[in-house]
C-alpha cells in the first residue's frame, strides 16, 4: 500500500474547497442522508438472503486505558449493596454514562460535531447554536428516524493480505478503489460506506495503545473517492482519521471534510470482525445496514450498535 504525501494546510483548503462545492450532501441540512431514497432502502432490503443479524459496535468499555482515560461507567444502583430482599418484589436497576466521543467505544458523529473556522456543517455559524444545554441545529436528532440503507464494508487488511494496518498507514482512494475490486463489489450513491483497518482486531490482541498518536486510517484526499460515489455515511473500527495527521496544523481532516464540507455522518470505532469472516465466506460484501442512534435531541452524537443484516 502506498503512503500517500503529506498535505500543506494550503493543500487541504483546497481540498476542503473542492469536496464543499461538489458532494452532494455539501449544500443541504441533512447532509448526504439525502441520497439515500425510499427505492434504495427497499433495494437495500433485498440484499437480505438469510436474515442473520450481526452487531456492529464494541462492548462498550469501562477499564481506564492508554485510549481511554475515562471509560464509560456502569453500576448497578438497585438493591442497595446489590443485596436482594429474601422475599417481594424488588427491581435491579442500574445507571450508565459514557464520554460519547472517546477512542473506544463504538459512535456516531452529528453534524454539529466538527467546528471550522467558527462554523458547523452548511457554514452555520458555531457561536449562535452552542449552548452548555447543547446544540440548536444539526444535532443528533436529524437521525432520530434512524438510518437504513446498503452497507458496504471494503476490508483493506485482506486486501494487503495482513490482520490490521499499522498505526500511522493512510488508505488512499486507490486502496478503496483496489478492494473494491478484490471483493467484487461497487460502492454506490447512498451507501454506508464501512472501512476496516483492523483497528478493533489489533487492540484485542495486543492491547490497547495511545492512539492519538499512533492510527490507521484514511488519506484526506480518499474523500473525493466518496464524493464521486456520492456515499451517505462513513463507518470505520477506527475514527477514520489517521494519526499523526498527514495534514499540517489540522488534526483531524477526515473529520473536517466529511462532516463539515460533505455533510457524512460518521460512525467511530465500530467492530467488523465478525462481519468480515462472515463476508468472507459467503464472498458478499453488501448487506442491509440499519443505524439507530439514541433519541438526545441536543447532542452532538450517540452511542449507537449499527446492525448488518444478510
Request: negative net charge.
Amino acid at each position: 500500500m502506498r503512503t500517500p504525501d503529506e498535505l500543506s494546510e494550503a493543500d487541504f483548503r483546497s481540498l476542503y474547497r473542492h469536496l464543499r462545492g461538489t458532494a452532494p450532501g455539501a449544500a443541504t441540512r441533512r447532509g448526504a442522508l439525502d441520497t439515500i431514497t425510499g427505492e434504495q432502502v427497499l433495494a437495500a432490503v433485498r440484499e437480505v438472503r438469510s436474515g442473520r443479524t450481526v452487531s456492529l459496535a464494541a462492548p462498550v468499555n469501562t477499564r481506564p486505558g492508554p485510549d481511554d482515560a475515562a471509560p464509560a461507567e456502569h453500576r448497578l444502583t438497585a438493591p442497595a449493596g446489590a443485596e436482594p430482599a429474601a422475599e417481594g418484589l424488588e427491581f435491579a436497576r442500574d445507571r450508565f454514562a459514557m464520554n460519547v466521543h472517546g477512542d473506544v467505544d463504538s459512535h456516531l458523529d452529528a453534524l454539529c460535531h466538527v467546528i471550522y473556522d467558527g462554523t458547523l456543517h452548511g457554514g452555520v455559524p458555531a457561536a449562535g447554536v452552542l449552548s452548555p444545554d447543547g446544540v440548536s441545529t444539526l444535532s443528533v436528532d436529524l437521525v432520530r428516524d434512524g438510518i437504513v440503507g446498503r452497507g458496504v464494508l471494503l476490508d483493506v487488511p485482506r486486501l494487503q493480505g495482513v490482520s490490521w494496518l499499522e498505526p500511522g498507514s493512510n488508505v488512499g482512494a486507490e486502496d478503496l478503489a483496489a478492494a473494491e475490486a478484490r471483493q467484487g463489489v461497487r460502492v454506490g450513491r447512498g451507501d454506508i460506506l464501512l472501512v476496516r483497518v483492523g483497528h478493533r482486531r489489533r487492540r484485542e490482541e495486543l492491547g490497547p495503545w495511545h492512539v492519538a498518536d499512533a492510527r490507521a486510517g484514511l488519506h484526506p484526499t480518499a474523500m473525493e473517492f466518496l464524493a464521486e460515489r456520492e456515499v451517505a455515511v462513513l463507518g470505520s473500527d477506527g475514527n477514520s482519521d489517521t494519526a499523526p495527521s498527514p495534514v499540517a496544523g489540522v488534526s483531524f481532516p477526515v473529520h473536517v471534510l466529511a462532516i463539515h464540507a460533505m455533510g457524512l455522518h460518521l460512525l467511530d470505532y465500530l467492530r467488523f470482525e465478525d462481519l468480515a469472516q462472515i463476508c468472507a465466506r459467503e464472498a458478499r460484501w453488501s448487506f442491509l445496514c440499519v443505524v439507530a442512534p439514541l433519541r438526545l435531541p441536543s447532542a452532538t452524537g450517540s452511542p449507537v450498535n449499527p446492525l448488518a443484516i444478510l
